[in-house]
């Protein structure tokens, strides 16, 4: 499974953004079944969990953008959206999609079997 993230840009604080992890490769209807998760890196920090929805829908989101941000998926499409509400100066990151068969990872950067490349968001004060 390749996953391609996209939707990232330069954003004022207060506007919202929307990002999209795709499927792709030989095995890509299997992410259906698959929990996904998004993470972010800001420079000279450790990788970051942000939100994961699980196959059956079910979604659990950090303390950090709760109420902010949404995760959904599209099984139909095979897509994963991040909806981001409230941008802050603080949501500056590489975003990065990310793909647990197991469905058990969590917010376990080191459960997640596929990475897409990742997508730059800056959110301007």
């Known amino acids: 499974v390749q996953l391609q993230a996209s939707g990232g840009g330069l954003v004022q604080s207060g506007n919202s953004l929307t990002l999209s992890c795709a499927a792709s490769?030989?095995?890509?209807?299997?992410?259906?079944?698959?929990?996904v998760g998004w993470f972010r890196r800001t420079p000279g920090k450790e990788l970051e969990w942000v939100a994961t929805?699980?196959?059956?829908?079910?979604?659990h989101y950090s303390d950090s953008v709760k109420g902010r941000f949404t995760i959904s998926r599209d099984n139909v499409n095979y897509t994963v959206s991040l909806q981001m509400n409230s941008l802050k100066p603080e949501d500056t990151a590489v975003y990065y999609c990310?793909?647990?068969?197991?469905?058990?990872?969590?917010?376990?950067?080191?459960?997640?079997?596929?990475w897409g490349q990742g997508t730059l968001v800056t959110v301007s004060s």
């Open positions: 990310a793909s647990d068969p197991s469905g058990w990872a969590g917010s376990n950067a080191g459960g997640y079997d596929y």
């Open positions: 929805i699980g196959w059956n829908g079910r979604t």
């Open positions: 490769g030989p095995t890509f209807t299997s992410v259906a079944s698959d929990a």
